[in-house]
């Protein structure tokens, strides 16, 4: 494939496994048909031929994976922090989404969203549009346009929801989601479609249901919210006094596990019960650090998570999380694991900083297949990281630069180059 076998030479780290973080300096990374050929301390004779580009001492890491964001919500990232969940939705959020019934604000919201999520740390993200199919169609076009790698959701909301942003039936809501899904079948390389009832409050039984047929005629994906806010934790067992846990408001409905994945954005407080049903259906935690701050929501217990193999990956929620930068993600779930460490739980230990790179790379890189390393074999997504404008007099190791990067991504530091899928992205 044209373009797409090539060599990177620079400061090499990637995980090669939870555990396993490895760094190499004046490495070779090599890149045959957009998939990684490993990484190499000398050149191999047979990728000799190959086009090298020399990045002298900048940083060559994976792509980072934001598996939990919200488009029509850039808008008003930064602002409008200052209340919980659900009065959030209602006061700021749904009045926003509102205004994607508009093709031509959606045009300008989202060729903003698109363009900075392109220039951003970002390979790969699962994204929520909103309920409106030709707004959620048009968030497509323009990600496809990006080169990186998608999964876009028209969301689903019922109930619970203002007049001016439901869809008025269970069943005109399920006519949309399969019109949408017929009108984008086929139509893009990098983005595709996943089914998005918003959350519990906001779907009728009736829809969760039919969400579940779709998902087990078509075997799409699922993306959703659970367990993130206390009192929207009380109104789902009002709402549904039939489940034993809010985790079971979805597995009922067949929405977890089986022929595709899940991720479920928080998990900051599901109990013991969900958290097995989380693992036993291979269902992916999206940690949102930020969000879950700002919103005032909790903190996630994902040493735990890690502990029992339940699936995690790093998402920024915007606008719950104000930023789209994923280095700032990252960084943001180790404090966060820090407080809960010292405020609510000293039997286990915060993550360290490789553990939450490794959560941005390979954690949720494999919702989307063998990606989030460069090791053999896997989809050839890279970032290079120019981090000679943070200054220091110090001698730093590579392991020590790219955790400096973590904290101080907007300080100084530049993104150089960008690959998805051995392509490179324009920045
Ligand atoms: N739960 C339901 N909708 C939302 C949303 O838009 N953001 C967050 N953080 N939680 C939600
Ligand atoms: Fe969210």
Same mark, same amino acid.
């Given at each position: 494939?044209?373009?797409?076998?090539?060599?990177? *030479?620079?400061?090499? =780290?990637?995980?090669?496994?939870?555990?396993?973080?490895?760094?190499?300096?004046?490495?070779? #990374?090599?890149?045959?048909?957009?998939?990684?050929?490993?990484?190499?301390?000398?050149?191999?004779?047979?990728?000799?031929?190959?086009?090298?580009?020399?990045?002298?001492?900048?940083?060559?890491?994976?792509?980072?994976?934001?598996?939990? !964001?919200?488009?029509?919500?850039?808008?008003?990232?930064?602002?409008?922090?200052?209340?919980?969940?659900?009065?959030?939705?209602?006061?700021?959020?749904?009045?926003?989404?509102?205004?994607?019934?508009?093709?031509?604000?959606?045009?300008?919201?989202?060729?903003?969203?698109?363009?900075?999520?392109?220039?951003?740390?970002?390979?790969?993200?699962?994204?929520?549009?909103?309920?409106?199919?030709?707004?959620?169609?048009?968030?497509?076009? *323009?990600?496809?346009? @990006?080169?990186?790698?998608?999964? #876009?959701?028209?969301?689903?909301?019922?109930?619970?929801?203002?007049?001016?942003?439901?869809?008025?039936?269970?069943?005109?809501?399920?006519?949309?989601?399969?019109? /949408?899904?017929?009108? #984008?079948?086929?139509?893009?390389?990098?983005?595709?479609?996943?089914?998005?009832?918003?959350?519990?409050?906001?779907?009728? &039984?009736?829809?969760?249901?039919?969400?579940?047929?779709?998902?087990?005629?078509?075997?799409?994906? !699922?993306?959703?919210?659970?367990?993130?806010?206390?009192?929207?934790?009380?109104?789902?067992?009002?709402?549904?006094? /039939?489940?034993? =846990?809010?985790?079971?408001?979805?597995?009922?409905?067949?929405?977890?596990?089986?022929?595709?994945? @899940?991720?479920?954005?928080?998990?900051?407080?599901?109990?013991?019960?969900?958290?097995?049903?989380?693992?036993?259906?291979?269902?992916?935690?999206?940690?949102?650090?930020?969000?879950?701050?700002?919103?005032?929501?909790?903190?996630?217990?994902?040493?735990?998570?890690?502990?029992?193999?339940?699936?995690?990956?790093?998402?920024?929620?915007?606008?719950?999380?104000?930023?789209?930068?994923?280095?700032?993600? !990252?960084?943001?779930? !180790?404090?966060?694991?820090?407080?809960?460490?010292? =405020?609510? &739980?000293?039997?286990?230990?915060?993550?360290?900083?490789?553990?939450?790179? /490794?959560?941005?790379?390979?954690?949720?890189?494999?919702?989307?297949? *063998?990606?989030?390393?460069?090791?053999?074999?896997?989809?050839?997504?890279?970032?290079?990281? &120019?981090?000679?404008?943070?200054?220091?007099?110090?001698?730093?190791? #590579?392991?020590?630069?790219?955790?400096?990067? =973590?904290?101080?991504?907007?300080?100084?530091?530049?993104?150089?180059?960008?690959?998805?899928?051995?392509?490179?992205?324009?920045?």
């Amino acid at each position: 494939m044209e373009g797409k076998s090539f060599v990177l *030479k620079g400061d090499v =780290c990637y995980n090669v496994s939870q555990t396993e973080f490895r760094t190499l300096e004046a490495g070779y #990374v090599v890149c045959v048909d957009g998939a990684s050929a490993g990484v190499f301390e000398e050149l191999p004779e047979r990728y000799a031929q190959l086009p090298l580009r020399d990045f002298g001492h900048a940083l060559i890491v994976p792509g980072l994976n934001d598996i939990h !964001v919200h488009a029509p919500q850039y808008g008003f990232r930064g602002i409008a922090m200052d209340l919980e969940l659900l009065d959030w939705l209602n006061t700021y959020t749904f009045p926003e989404e509102s205004k994607y019934a508009d093709l031509a604000y959606a045009e300008k919201g989202y060729s903003i969203f698109a363009d900075d999520l392109q220039r951003s740390f970002t390979t790969r993200a699962v994204v929520f549009g909103t309920m409106h199919v030709p707004g959620t169609e048009l968030l497509m076009d *323009k990600l496809e346009a @990006t080169g990186l790698k998608t999964y #876009v959701g028209k969301v689903n909301m019922d109930r619970n929801s203002p007049d001016y942003l439901s869809d008025q039936t269970a069943e005109a809501s399920l006519e949309a989601t399969r019109s /949408w899904l017929a009108d #984008v079948s086929g139509r893009y390389q990098n983005t595709l479609p996943i089914l998005t009832p918003r959350f519990t409050p906001t779907c009728s &039984d009736e829809l969760m249901e039919g969400l579940g047929k779709i998902k087990a005629e078509t075997g799409l994906p !699922v993306q959703s919210h659970l367990s993130e806010n206390l009192s929207e934790i009380d109104w789902v067992k009002g709402l549904c006094p /039939w489940s034993s =846990c809010y985790g079971q408001t979805y597995d009922h409905f067949g929405l977890l596990g089986g022929n595709s994945k @899940t991720i479920m954005a928080h998990c900051n407080y599901s109990t013991p019960e969900e958290v097995e049903l989380l693992r036993a259906t291979g269902t992916y935690v999206a940690h949102c650090p930020q969000s879950n701050a700002f919103l005032s929501s909790g903190i996630a217990p994902i040493r735990d998570y890690l502990c029992r193999g339940v699936n995690v990956g790093l998402g920024t929620d915007v606008a719950g999380g104000a930023s789209l930068n994923m280095f700032r993600a !990252v960084a943001d779930a !180790v404090g966060c694991s820090k407080l809960r460490w010292r =405020c609510v &739980d000293q039997e286990l230990p915060s993550l360290t900083i490789q553990e939450a790179f /490794w959560i941005a790379t390979l954690g949720g890189g494999s919702f989307f297949g *063998k990606v989030g390393s460069l090791d053999e074999g896997f989809d050839f997504d890279a970032l290079v990281l &120019d981090d000679s404008g943070i200054r220091s007099p110090r001698e730093l190791s #590579v392991e020590q630069r790219l955790e400096r990067y =973590c904290y101080l991504a907007d300080e100084g530091g530049r993104l150089a180059a960008k690959f998805v899928a051995g392509k490179e992205i324009e920045l």
